[in-house]
Structures are given as structure tokens and as C-alpha cells.
């Protein structure tokens, strides 16, 4: 067979148009020397492609293991990989044939220490507008956090013994002296932390953490069903059993007692549902009406919660005291709102009124009847600015803390590499937040912090790996 055919063969064969049999039958030869030109087209194919399969023990690159390098992959195992120091040196002996001590381990740590002690020292703190601060403990002993809302940056994260005003205000002077002076923080009610941030930021409005007040709520709300389904099973259990297992009158009175404990924890479950989704959906929501009218709704729901205390004080009264005494500052929010729905009334020369109701049309979804019905009294009076106002107003709103979820995800990232150790001071937590605050965040919800370390998203500026910041010289492969 002439070359040429044998190529138009094989291109036959590795196309699969055509059965072997009919090819063989069109080029007038054997099957099996069809099979043969196919072959050698599809080995052509794939060493041209490089599809063939390299061995699981082909070489793909050498890497040369120095002192330095093992430096970095021990740093690298105990901050992303969590790993202890007697994990690190088993890995480095069962992967890389290397025995470490661990005073070696440790000298690696504590040389990464003092060069991330240096650079938390000179960091400048002066672009945080709003902070959140919390506690957390580890084998019951306080540490104190603290970080920038908009850029995740920690500020603070230090071991303590105690939790007073003076432990917060001494650190907190710390972040001052290198430039911290937020308009608002957020934060919970603990006396050391309020009273503290207090003697150090007089100025600073601090505001009451809704998730902690909504967590309280939700927890009171889910006893009360709980209660109620309980109460309503044993009616159930109670009318199903005969009657002859107790006499005519105690059942009577077995009976009426159930249904009247049935109808009292029915109405304290209905009636807390009802205060409960308003304070969340109405009152404790960014897409809300005007801080007056927060105030009036949330004065309301406080004394229906007296009413309900009367029936049940044990569980309600300690929620509707934290209620009552935390309304302006669970609500403070609503006045940020307030002061920037001022400033944009004035630039797009509208009502104020006009403001807030555009606030207020969020609660609906965008692609819902409710959202384009209640938008058409907005949409003619702004007309062809509707958009613009939109977009101004749902900038606000982001942009415009209410919670200190922000500290919480700190928290979490912190418990993870502390959990398994029993000494987190001589400056590991000092080494930890510098890690924290210089690796790239790999998730977000907001496009902007994507794939930028929140050293990055504070100061405006990059910076080198968080390794090359210690010193070393990361290995490249060759080109």
C-alpha cells in the first residue's frame, strides 16, 4: 500500500467513523493491519500532545534542601498546617530523611518571633474607622482580640490573666500610640472591655454587639417551643391513655391542668415569636425604618416582654433587662445610618424621607412583585436617579457595621491553631496575629479582600510574602 494511503488509513482508524471491518473492507486489506496503522496514528498523536502518562516516579523538578529551606517548612507546617513541634520533626524524618531536635524547631520559632515582633511593631494603625473587640478563652485564661472591620487586620491578640479595665486599657494605649483612634467600635458587654475602651477612647462611641443580643433571643424563643411541644405531647400521651388507669376525677383534673399549662406556654411562644421577628426584621435590621422609629418599636417590644415576665420572670427577665438596658447602644447603627443618609440627601438635593424609604425597600428581594410594587412611588419621584440613589444607599448599608461578626471569624481562626497547645505565650500569639494579618485571604465574600492579606487592604499597599518578611528567600523552579 502506497504511503499516503496508509496515512489516510490511520487517520480512518483513529476516527472511529467506521468499524474495523468496513475500513479494512474499503482499503481492500486485512483487519488486523488496519489495527496496526491505528495504533501508530494514536501513538503519533499522543507523543505529539503529550498524553502519554508520565510514571508516578519520573522526577519533576529537584529541590535543593537546605538549612533555611527546612526553616521555612517548619513555619509553614505550624501555621497552616497546625502541626506540633514532635509532628513537625516526624514529617521532616518520614518525608525528607532529616532528624530536628526540638530546641532546632524551637530556635526556628523563636527567630520568627523576634522578626515578627519588630513588624507588628512598626505597623500604623491610623486607617481603622471601625473596630470590634471580644475575648476568647484557652485553658481558661483570657485572650484579648481585637481587628479592623473593613480589612480583617488584627490589631490586638494577647494572653492575659485577667480581663479588667486596666489589662484592656494598657493594650489598648499600645494600639493608640501607633495611631488607632476609630469613630466606632463594637463589642459585647463585658465590663472590662466597655469600661476600658472607655478611659481610652472617651470619644469614640462604642455600641453593643447585635449577635450577641439576637443569640440571646433565639435561645430564649427556641426554649419556648421546645416548651410548648413538649407540653402539647404529654396532652397527646395523656388523652390517649385510658381512663381506667386512674379514677374519672383525676384524669379530669390531670387533663385540665395540661391544657392549661398547654395554653400558657402557647401564648408566650406565639407572643415571643411575634417580639422576636420584630426586633429582628424590623428593629435590629440595617433595612429598617428611621432611628426614632427603631426606638419607639423597640420602647414597645421591651414592655410586652414586662407583661410576658410577669407570667415566666426565671427565664425572660434577664433578656428583656439586657433589652431595656442596652437600646441605645444596641441601636447605634441606626444613627451611623443616620448621619450618612444626611450627607447623601444633601448631595442628590433629596428629602431625607426619600432616603430612608429607599433603606427601607431592601427588605424586599430585587426580583420579587413586593420590591417592584413598593419601588413605584420611588421610581417617579426620582425618576431616572433611582438607580444612582440605589447604589449610594446600598453602600451605606454595607459599608455600615451592626455586629461584631468580623472579631468572631478572628476568634475562629485563632482557636484552630491553639487548640492542641498547652502554651501559647513567649510570643507565639505575637507570631500568630503577624501570619493572620500577612497571608493572603484565600475566600471572601467581598471581591476586594479576595486574594489580598488584610496588611494589603489597610494600608492600601502590597507587601512581600509573609516568609520573605521574616528573611528568608523563597525557592523558585527554574523556567
Known amino acids: 500500500m502506497p504511503l499516503e494511503r496508509k496515512k489516510r488509513a490511520a487517520l480512518d482508524a483513529i476516527s472511529q467513523k467506521k468499524t474495523i471491518t468496513e475500513l479494512a473492507d474499503e482499503h481492500n486489506t486485512s483487519r488486523k493491519f488496519m489495527r496496526q496503522q491505528g495504533r501508530k496514528a494514536q501513538a503519533a498523536v499522543d507523543n505529539v500532545f503529550h498524553l502519554d502518562k508520565a510514571s508516578n516516579d519520573d522526577v519533576i523538578y529537584y529541590l535543593p534542601v537546605t538549612k533555611t529551606w527546612i526553616a521555612q517548612l517548619v513555619l509553614e507546617l505550624m501555621f497552616l498546617g497546625h502541626a506540633s513541634y514532635r509532628n513537625i520533626a516526624m514529617m521532616l524524618k518520614d518525608l525528607l530523611d532529616y532528624d530536628i531536635s526540638l530546641g532546632s524547631i524551637n530556635t526556628i520559632f523563636n527567630n520568627a518571633v523576634a522578626e515578627a515582633r519588630e513588624i507588628n511593631a512598626g505597623e500604623d494603625l491610623t486607617n481603622m474607622a471601625v473596630t470590634a473587640n471580644d475575648e476568647l478563652f484557652h485553658n481558661n485564661k483570657p485572650i484579648l482580640s481585637g481587628v479592623d472591620t473593613r480589612s480583617l487586620y488584627c490589631y490586638l491578640l494577647a494572653a492575659e490573666d485577667k480581663r479588667d479595665e486596666d489589662t484592656w486599657a494598657i493594650h489598648l494605649m499600645d494600639a493608640e500610640v ?60 395523656l388523652s390517649r391513655r385510658s ?103 444633601k448631595h442628590f438635593s433629596l428629602p431625607i424621607q426619600a432616603i430612608w424609604a429607599m433603606c427601607k425597600l431592601q427588605r424586599c428581594q430585587h426580583s420579587s412583585d413586593q420590591y417592584y410594587f413598593r419601588s413605584l412611588t420611588l421610581q417617579l419621584e426620582l425618576e431616572d436617579r433611582f438607580d444612582e440613589v440605589e447604589d449610594a444607599v446600598l453602600g451605606v448599608m454595607d459599608t455600615t457595621e451592626r455586629t461584631s461578626s468580623m472579631v468572631e471569624n478572628l476568634n475562629g481562626r485563632v482557636r484552630r491553631p491553639i487548640e492542641n497547645r498547652r502554651e501559647i505565650d513567649h510570643g507565639y500569639l505575637d507570631l500568630l496575629r503577624y501570619f493572620l494579618n500577612h497571608k493572603p485571604l484565600i475566600r471572601s465574600a467581598r471581591p476586594e479582600r479576595k486574594g489580598r492579606t488584610p496588611a494589603e487592604i489597610l494600608s492600601g499597599k502590597s507587601h512581600p510574602h509573609w516568609l520573605e518578611l521574616l528573611g528568608f528567600e523563597r525557592f523558585q523552579r527554574a523556567a
Open 178 to 237: 501607633k495611631g488607632l483612634n476609630p469613630d466606632r467600635t463594637i463589642g459585647d458587654d463585658a465590663k472590662g472591655l466597655v469600661s476600658g475602651h472607655t478611659l481610652v477612647f472617651p470619644k469614640t462611641v462604642y455600641h453593643y454587639d447585635n449577635f450577641h443580643l439576637s443569640r440571646a433571643l433565639m435561645d430564649l424563643r427556641r426554649y419556648f417551643r421546645n416548651q410548648l411541644k413538649s407540653t402539647i405531647t404529654a396532652l397527646n400521651d
Open 243 to 345: 381512663s381506667q388507669l386512674m379514677s374519672d376525677s383525676e384524669f379530669a383534673d390531670t387533663l385540665l391542668l395540661l391544657r392549661r399549662e398547654a395554653d400558657r406556654n402557647r401564648h408566650l411562644s406565639t407572643t415571643l415569636d411575634t417580639l422576636i421577628s420584630w426586633l429582628e426584621h424590623d428593629i435590629l435590621n440595617k433595612a429598617g425604618p428611621t432611628p426614632d422609629e427603631r426606638r419607639e418599636l423597640y420602647d414597645f417590644v421591651v414592655e410586652e416582654f414586662k407583661k410576658l415576665e410577669c407570667i415566666e420572670p426565671h427565664r425572660i427577665s434577664p433578656v428583656r433587662t439586657t433589652l431595656e438596658n442596652k437600646r441605645d447602644m444596641a441601636l447605634g447603627f441606626a444613627d451611623v445610618l443616620a448621619e450618612k443618609f444626611t450627607l447623601l440627601s
